[in-house]
């Protein structure tokens, strides 16, 4: 491990100007990803800034909306009264991913900046372009039965690894920004990006920020809304597919609302925008989530290992729907 310096902030200002100390600071949450990486030597940061004694409420607002601030653990996230009561599906997705002991010590923060777990990734034997650039993609040709069939691209087909993410996507949630350049808002569907031909460019955020609270907004669609999902063993495992979905039914049974998110298929959570605008105002049926499920799915591409994962997310779609319509599964 590369040798680095501590310092505790003390508040949001305080953080940033340590960080801009360094050409090679990080923010360290509860680094259970940051470290592993650090092991791996991955990341190489000079200087780590702890911001874990920032930003740890949870505020309720009147109109129906939340304010989380960055350093509040998944843990914490998942327990709150308000979030399980107005957000259920993104408790259901912090439950649904690591383990209890690292969602105790993880923050929201760091949850949505995690890196990939793609194995290649983490192989400094092998080929790749996220942790060396024009290193190329041993993944396109090797092993990728939990890589991506959307989004991709010659370069990359690592996916993101969060289930929280998934949820905050279909919650359309904002993140908080602040840097030495002051404050600023992100969509959260607009903070990661694509890998495109830069894959080591894996979010919105400019040198020395810090996320510093996420924001939902009210949705009444949301307290009917649940999160599947898909993975080889039943807990501590990545999503080979997953869903968040909420959905808001008419009194004549047609779709009011409806927010869909998928996790597993691609470098970012993917917002199912085409399969949302499909269902809007139609019938809650099992016919129609199923449509809407192969409109959203028609621009996949799998790879040698991993087309299963169209079908698998057409069918997990059209699951999830049914079963917050109250249909049939």
Known sequence: MTPFT???????????????????????GGGTNLVDLMRETIEQP???????????????????SILI????????????????QRFPVLARAILAGASGQIRNMATV?????????????????AHCNKRVPGAGCDAIDGFNRMHAILGGSP???????????????????TLHLAGSGGARSVKLVDFHRLPGGRPEVETELEAGELIVAIELPPLLCAQRSTYRKVRDR???AFALVSVAAAIDLGDDGSVRDVRLALGGVAAKPWRAWQAEAALRGGPATEENFRAAA???????????????????????????LSELAGSVA
């Open 109 to 125: 923060g760091g949850n949505i900046l995690q890196r990939t777990r793609c194995a290649y990734f983490y192989d400094d034997a």
């Open 69 to 84: 601030g960055a350093a509040v653990t998944n843990t914490a996230l998942a327990s709150d009264r308000t979030v399980r």
């Open 294 to 320: 192969e409109a959203e799915l028609a621009g996949a591409a799998g790879l040698r290992h991993n087309t299963f994962k169209i079908e698998l997310a057409k069918r997990t779609i059209t699951a999830v």
């Open 46 to 64: 000079e200087a780590l800034v702890d911001v874990t004694g920032l930003s740890r409420t949870i505020e309720a607002k009147e109109d129906g």
């Open 234 to 236: 039943s807990s501590y």
């Open 155 to 173: 370069a990359c087909v690592a996916t993101h690894p969060s289930d929280m993410c998934v949820a905050l996507a279909a919650l359309d949630a």
């Open 6 to 28: 501590y310092a505790r902030a003390g508040d949001v200002p305080g953080a940033i100007e340590l960080a801009g100390a360094s050409a090679r600071a990080k923010y360290l």
